[in-house]
């Protein structure tokens, strides 16, 4: 540390005695921030159906138009849980923190002035108060500065980043519970058919056994599918009112918030644009380019470790005069020896924890790689599976339609009618759950891939 200080001795009291001009106190106090009270709610904050435009950050969300008096689609979804999703308003607020952390870390240290009066006691004649004025300023900081504001700078880009890419997940969330929330209630349909059908049929059952033209071994079966068929109804009743929840929760409305939701879902990417989104991954993502903005704040943090193993000096001028007269004048140096310490620790824990970042950044882009892969796999093979499902069901729904004819004509048995229904309808539960499926690997699949270059820019992140 280097300090530069003058000491001025034995000036006349007087000189002190003067109060401070009061134009220097106001200018003193011009600067200065004062205090204000801010309660803490006593209520709990709803969200409401708005959208803040100048918060979106993606093409896909400010090109979209929000309007929820006619439903709300899937983008829409996404928009509102961008404002209003309550891990996001905690992100923000920490990125808040970081930029005044930034803002203070390029701020010089204050200087430093220091006053004192000697005043004699019992002194002989001929002696006088001597006083010393020193003013000194911390010039060792200076010697780090820049590694300071740099590595500051770069942690504030890494936590914006990290903003954005949470932004980005929160909105691939929103998308995948919007979907959920499609599936869950057209089970819940094909459920509430199946359920109606058995039950009809074990009323029937029911009937024929009170008269005696039918057997318990036959009615039995008939009127156990009934029972689980309202379990299952049932269940995925509550399984739908949960993902309404989720939904709620993850863009922080009520639970008993009732949304009116537009059938949709999302665009499936070509092959050409994913595999030069996969080629652009480490310039595409924010969270991997938020890794780097960290090894480059770690980098900082190494050179102002390496800064710091220099000896702190003093350097001072000395002018005074004592109670007797005694002028006297002189430098003054201090310097501490770099024998033991030489901050030898702290350049270690910054060349491991800059290690650490190194290997953390290769881990993310491996696993990036290899979640891309394994979603266009499973989708290859979702997309084989449905189109044989869809040849299955183009051929029972016909059948399904005949049997009915003759059930209605009384040509075919409840039974059997029965059977071939409540087979369609499985079929029809399980070919929804594969177009759900891929929908949501699109979904992941974009959300792995990043936002788009132009969507925000990564070298310049929005507050």
Known sequence: MRRYAVTLKNRPAAMLSRPAP????????????????????????????????????????????????????????????????????????????????????????????????????????????????????????LIQHDAIVTGATAKRRQVELDLLWQEWQT?????????????????????????????????????????????????????????????????????????????NALLGMPADTQLQLVASTPAEPDTASVQE????????????????????????????AILAQFPSLNIGLTLGRDNTGINSIGPAVGFTLPLFNRNRGGIAIEKATRQRLYDEYQNRLNDAYREISQLQAQQAQDRQRLAGLDTRLTELDTQAAAARKAYTAGALDALSYGNLATARIALHQQAASLRDALAEADVSLEAELGPLPADANPESPAP
Request: proline letters at 5%; one cysteine or more.
């Open 171 to 247: 909105i691939a969330k929103a998308r995948l519970l919007f979907l959920e929330v499609q599936l869950t209630e057209e089970q819940e349909q094909w459920l509430a058919q199946n359920r109606d059908l058995l039950q009809a049929q074990a009323k029937a059952m029911q009937g024929a056994l009170k008269s005696g033209s039918l057997g318990l071994d036959v009615a039995q079966p008939v009127l156990s599918a009934a029972q689980d068929a309202e379990q299952q109804y049932q269940d995925a009743a509550t399984q739908a009112r949960q993902t309404r929840f989720d939904l």
């Open 277 to 304: 989104a996969v080629a652009q991954l480490p310039e595409r993502r924010p969270d991997l380019i938020a890794l780097r903005a960290g090894y480059a704040a770690e980098e900082a943090q190494l050179r102002q």
């Open 22 to 141: 009061p134009f220097l106190l106001l200018l003193l106090l011009s600067g200065c921030a004062s205090y204000s009270a801010k309660p803490l709610p006593v209520a709990t904050s709803t969200a409401t159906l708005s959208v803040d435009a100048a918060s979106l950050h993606f093409t896909a969300l400010t090109e979209h138009r929000f309007n929820p008096t006619d439903g709300l689609d899937m983008t829409e979804i996404a928009m509102l849980a961008v404002c209003h999703n309550p891990d996001l308003i905690l992100a923000r607020d920490d990125a808040g923190i970081s930029r005044a952390q930034a803002f203070a870390a390029g701020l010089l240290p204050d200087p430093q002035v220091a006053l004192s009066l000697d005043q004699p006691v019992n002194a002989p004649a001929g002696t006088s108060t001597a006083f010393s004025l020193g003013l000194s300023e911390e010039l060792s900081s």
